[in-house]
């Protein structure tokens, strides 16, 4: 089987700000360092893209999986949460918790849920590349329609 491979490519602008762009999306992301190492405000910070990476890696792999099983849900909001503290050489992450939360419309499909949940957690290939203790905490919450 081929490799697939992924590119994107990042450069200083000036001062305190860079630019990342790749051939898959039309707008360029433009990055700063986080603000309480010098960095500016209101700018996406390398951190902040990675956990970005970490929820849309979850949320892609979920509805792949969620539509190859034909799994139907209403909706599914994923937080990525991460904690990082002085090292000996640097900063580093001791921990990133993604929690999915997902809402389906009957109590019938709430185990399957869950299994899909982990499941998902298993296949994320940016999870995978993960060294860091990664933990997964989902919630799922049953959507009941108005009455009319």
Sequence with gaps: MEDIQYRIKAWWSS???GIARTDSAPSAIHFTAPPR???????????DLLLTAVASCYTTTF?????YSQFEYADLEVEVDASARKADSGYRFNEIITR????LTSEEG??????????TQELCLVARALSVSHRLEPTIQIHKAAQT
């Design 15 to 17: 001062g305190r700000t």
């Design 63 to 67: 509805r792949a999986l969620a539509e």
């Design 100 to 103: 999915p939360s997902l809402t």
């Design 110 to 119: 709430r185990d399957r849920a869950s299994r899909l949940l982990h499941k």
């Design 37 to 47: 190492f010098g960095g500016l405000e209101g700018r996406w910070t390398p951190e």
